[in-house]
Antibody, heavy 120, light 108 residues
Framework: QITLKESGPTLVKPTQTLTLTCSLA??????????VAWIRQPPGKALEWLAL???????RYSPSVKSRIAVTKDASKNQVVLSLTNVDAEDTGTYYC????????????WGPGILVTVSS | SYVLTQPPSVSVAPGQTARISCGGG??????VHWYQQKPGQAPVLVVF???DRPSGIPARFFGSNSGTTASLTIGSVEVGDEADYYC???????????FGGGTKLTVL
């Protein structure tokens, strides 16, 4: 059974770096063909794709955050980590990590999400 | 940049058919995926690769994609289908994912 769970701070100050961890179960991020995505949703707004990481450490980022984002994986802990630098109020929202399907880039299993507020 | 356009809202009576569109240039050449999101919950994949359903998703959920419009059709709509629905593609040329703006389905 595939499950994902996000963890990290729920309140971050402007200009700080947001670091979130996605803990994986039921699959291994180090296994060939596996990939995980980060998606966020501002309150009352639409979903926004942020990034994905493949089992071989290849990453892809949204142009909207490309200069501020980094996604890494720790295969030994079976975790994926998102770092977003220089946050501001527009980065407030619920952050989800999701398992990517094997026949294409779609998100077939999601974590419950974590609400992050950027405020001083 | 590529944009996916969805109607903000669709309303339908119980037992009727709901159709939610997702417009984008040349979308027919892409694989489109659909998600259902109920308030306070994470999204759930209901259709992938244009017209496939994950296990556990009723056959009432049907996807199609051609030309400049993809659609999610929900037959025999139930009150429990009331939710926000999002379409999604992955643009391989740009190496980025993209969601539509979402459609709120109201079951009258």
């Amino acid at each position: 059974q595939i499950t994902l769970k996000e963890s990290g701070p729920t309140l971050v100050k402007p200009t700080q770096t947001l670091t979130l961890t996605c803990s994986l179960a039921g699959f291994s991020i180090g296994s060939s063909g596996v990939s995980v995505a980060w998606i966020r949703q501002p309150p009352g707004k639409a979903l926004e794709w942020l990034a994905l990481i493949y089992w071989d450490d290849t990453t892809r980022y949204s142009p909207s955050v490309k200069s501020r984002i980094a996604v890494t994986k720790d295969a030994s802990k079976n975790q994926v980590v998102l770092s977003l630098t220089n946050v501001d109020a527009e980065d407030t929202g619920t952050y989800y990590c999701a398992h990517i399907g094997y026949s294409g880039v779609y998100f077939d299993h999601w974590g419950p999400g974590i609400l992050v507020t950027v405020s001083s | 940049s590529y944009v996916l356009t969805q109607p903000p809202s669709v309303s339908v009576a119980p037992g009727q058919t709901a159709r939610i569109s997702c417009g984008g240039g040349d979308i027919g050449s892409k694989m489109v995926h659909w998600y259902q999101q109920k308030p306070g919950q994470a999204p759930v994949l209901v259709v992938f690769d244009n017209d496939d359903r994950p296990s556990g998703i009723p056959a009432r959920f049907f996807g199609s994609n051609s030309g400049t419009t993809a659609s999610l059709t929900i037959g025999s709509v139930e009150v429990g289908d009331e939710a926000d629905y999002y379409c999604q593609v992955y643009d391989s040329d740009l190496s980025q994912g993209l969601f539509g703006g979402g459609t709120k389905l109201t079951v009258l």
